[in-house]
C-alpha cells in the first residue's frame, strides 16, 4: 500500500494506491466526508462492474446514495452530460454538505468534477479512477472540464478532489486497448521527469502484458511526479504546462479522429511527431526520439496518423491553453528528464511544423 500526500495552498488531500482498496471505500471516505447525499457518477461499462461495491460500501458507511451514470466515452464529455448531472443534484436536493464520487475513467473524473466545482459553486469531490489513464494522471491535480464546440476540455475548471483512491485491481476488467492508452501518459511523465529511476522502469515494459504486472509501480511513480508537478504549480502559471507535452498535436489529432482514436493514442502520436520536429531543428537528440518511439511502438501504440498531414490541425492548435498573448507554448525534450518549453507565435505555426503537412 502507499499514499501520496498532495499539500496545495487551499487544500490538502492523499492519493491511496491499495491493491483491493475498493472493499474498504466507506472507511476511507468517512475518514474525509461526514455521512451525506453522494451522487455517485459512471458510465455504462465502468457501473456493471464496481458500483454496486461502491454503493454497499457508502451505505455501510452511512451515506446515502444516488447512482448517476451515461454512455461511455469520450462523446459523452459535454456540457449535455453536465446538465443531466446538475438536474439530478437538483432533483435530489444536493446541498454544500453533500458530494459527488467519479467511479470511472478520464471522461468520468473530468466530467463529474466539473460538476461538483460548478453545482452551487462547487460541492464536495471524490475521485475512484478506474482506467489506467485516470489512475496514473487524471484523478489527480484538480484539472476537470468537458469538451466544447471544437475544443478539448475547453470549459473546465481547477477543482481538487478531497481524497483519491485508487484499486489496481480494476484494471483486471479493463481492455487492452485501454490499458495501453493509459501507459502513453506514464512514458510522458517518464519522459519528462528528472527521476533516475522513472525511464528504467519503463524499459522494462516490451508487451502490454508487462503493463498489467508492473502497475503497482508505474502507478506510484507517475503519481508521485504529478503530484510534485501540481504542488509547485497547481494553476498551470508555467512548471505545469511540461504535463502536456505531446498534448498540443495530441488533442488536435484526437479531435480529428472524431472519437477513432484515445486521448492517450493520440498523446502518442503527439509525443513522437512533435519531437520529431524539433529533433529535425537541432533541439531534441535523435537518440531521444528513437527510444521515445521504440517504447511506445513495443505495446502497439501508434505514433503516426494521416491526419497529421491536414493543415487545418493548426487551426485547431490555436485552442490550446498554452496559448498566451499570440504564442503557443510547445513542450519539448532537450533530454530525458528535461522538458523545456519554447513559445512560437502563433501564425507561425503552420511554418513550424511544415515538414508534418509535407
Ligand atoms: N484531468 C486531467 O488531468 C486529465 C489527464 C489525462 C486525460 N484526461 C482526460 O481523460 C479522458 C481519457 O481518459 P480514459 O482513457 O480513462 O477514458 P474513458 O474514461 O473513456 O475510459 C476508457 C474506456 O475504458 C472504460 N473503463 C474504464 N475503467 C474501466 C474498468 N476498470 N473496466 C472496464 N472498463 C473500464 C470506459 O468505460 C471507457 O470505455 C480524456 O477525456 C482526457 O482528455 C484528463
Ligand atoms: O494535469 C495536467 O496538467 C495535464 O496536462 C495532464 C494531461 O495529461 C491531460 O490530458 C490534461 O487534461 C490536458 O489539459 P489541457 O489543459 O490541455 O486540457
Ligand atoms: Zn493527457
Redesign the pocket.
Known amino acids: 500500500m502507499s499514499a501520496i500526500n498532495l499539500a496545495l495552498p487551499d487544500k490538502k488531500y492523499r492519493v491511496e494506491i491499495e491493491r483491493g482498496t475498493l472493499q474498504n471505500l466507506g472507511p476511507l471516505v468517512k475518514e474525509v466526508w461526514t455521512p451525506q447525499k453522494v451522487l455517485l457518477v459512471s458510465d455504462t461499462n465502468v457501473a456493471p462492474h464496481y458500483s454496486q461495491t461502491v454503493i454497499d460500501q457508502l451505505t455501510a458507511a452511512g451515506f446515502q446514495v444516488t447512482l448517476a451514470t451515461f454512455p461511455a466515452g469520450e462523446a459523452s464529455k459535454n456540457l449535455a452530460t453536465v446538465q443531466k448531472l446538475y438536474q439530478t443534484l437538483v432533483t435530489q436536493q444536493f446541498s454544500r454538505s453533500d458530494g459527488v464520487l467519479a467511479l470511472g475513467g478520464g471522461v468520468v473524473g ?1 466530467l463529474a468534477g466539473f460538476v461538483a466545482a460548478t453545482y452551487m459553486r462547487g460541492i464536495h469531490f471524490i475521485q475512484v479512477p478506474t482506467s489506467l489513464l485516470a489512475q496514473v ?2 484523478s489527480v ?1 484538480g ?1 476537470t ?1 468537458v469538451d466544447f464546440g471544437t475544443g ?2 475547453l470549459v473546465g475548471a481547477f477543482y481538487q478532489p478531497d481524497l483519491v483512491v485508487i484499486d489496481p485491481d480494476t484494471l483486471t476488467t479493463l481492455s487492452q486497448r485501454y490499458l495501453v492508452e493509459g501507459y502513453a ?1 506514464i512514458v ?1 511523465m517518464a519522459a519528462i521527469a528528472n527521476d533516475q529511476t522513472f525511464w528504467p522502469l519503463i524499459e522494462k515494459i516490451h508487451n502490454p502484458g508487462n503493463i498489467q504486472t508492473e502497475a503497482q509501480a508505474l502507478i506510484e511513480h507517475s503519481v508521485a511526479f ?1 503530484a510534485a508537478v ?1 504542488m509547485q504549480d497547481e494553476k ?1 502559471g508555467g512548471l ?1 504546462q511540461i ?2 507535452f505531446g ?1 498540443t498535436l495530441g ?1 488536435a489529432i484526437e479531435l480529428k479522429a472524431n472519437g477513432q482514436l484515445a ?1 492517450g493514442e493520440a ?1 502518442s502520436i503527439g509525443m513522437v511527431q512533435l519531437s520529431r520536429v524539433f529533433a529535425v531543428k537541432g533541439l531534441t537528440p535523435e537518440p531521444v526520439v528513437a527510444a521515445l518511439t521504440q517504447q511506445l511502438q513495443a505495446v502497439g501504440l501508434p505514433i503516426n496518423s494521416p491526419l497529421i498531414h491536414d493543415a487545418e490541425i493548426f487551426e485547431q492548435l490555436k485552442l ?3 496559448n498566451r498573448n499570440g504564442k503557443l507554448n510547445l513542450v519539448y525534450l532537450k533530454a530525458f528528464g528535461q522538458p523545456e518549453i519554447l513559445p512560437v507565435a502563433t501564425d507561425k505555426l503552420a511554418e513550424f511544423f511544415a515538414m508534418l503537412v509535407e
Open positions: 473530468d494522471d487524471s491535480g484539472k472540464g478539448k476540455n501518459e510522458k504529478k501540481v498551470e505545469r504535463l502536456n498534448h488533442h486521448h498523446v490550446d491553453k498554452k
